[in-house]
């Protein structure tokens, strides 16, 4: 064997194991990435395409997936990307950045837990004001919440699996010597009524994943007690079911 041939074989069998190595090898995809392909307007097609020839789940953050949703990335992208077609490709745990359940406010760039309360209802004479109606009102008990917030506002509802932040309602509360109160309910000569509609404050909702929403409160909203109800029944930590005296609320204070 002469010392030609030797130097060929051996370039060849280095170059045939580069070669191999490259095709075993799984190109990392990141967050930012996408960003950019979502900002150049390619299709949604190609980037998960892209997405599942890389084969690993990509672990956002909240933020992360805001930032996606922002530039226009739907629930089936986002989904793709924490958890593509695998296809033989190797796999790796995803990690899980999702909230547990409850109601979040972002505070200096990050999400801070806005804490429940305990609600308890109690009802009005029967004979009030001599209307035969009788009301019930949701107490809270202390002046003020413990969570402060300033405008603008932009809240996280994580909730349990089929709530949708449609469900939960937004209140202002009224003061009183020594607890918080809202209207949660009427009822008169004509039957019984809800009387949230009293205290209630409308919002808008964007759906970032299933079971995760923002919500950026309107400017109208000024300086004072609030509080987020979750739907009525146990599935998301609820005020209760119709009868009950005690439930919650997840409440905050907004500050001039």
Known sequence: MNARWLTKWLGAAIWLTLISQG????????????EKMLAAKISEAIIVARVNQAGLP???SVDEIINLKKL??????????????QKGAATAPA???????????????N???VGPEVVNFKSSSPFKAYTFRMDMNGHIGGASSRTTLKTPIEIMLITAEGI????????????KNTHREFRFMSSGLGGAKSGVDRDAVPYDFKKIMPGQFTINLPASVVAGEYAFLPPMGGGAGGIGSPGATLGKAYTFRVLE
């Not at 095709?23 to 996408?34: A, F, K, R």
């Not at 950045?97 to 760039?109: D, M, P, Q, W």
């Open 95 to 109: 990690r899980d950045t999702k909230l547990e359940v409850g109601v979040y406010a972002r505070k200096a760039g």
């Open 58 to 60: 990509i672990a956002l």
């Open 164 to 175: 949708s932040a449609s469900e939960f309602q937004l209140v202002r509360l009224r003061l």
């Open 72 to 85: 226009g990335a739907s629930d089936t992208l986002i989904e793709s990307i924490l958890s593509p077609s």
């Open 23 to 34: 095709h075993g090898q799984t190109t990392v995809l990141t967050s930012s990435e996408i």
């Open 111 to 113: 999400w801070v837990e």
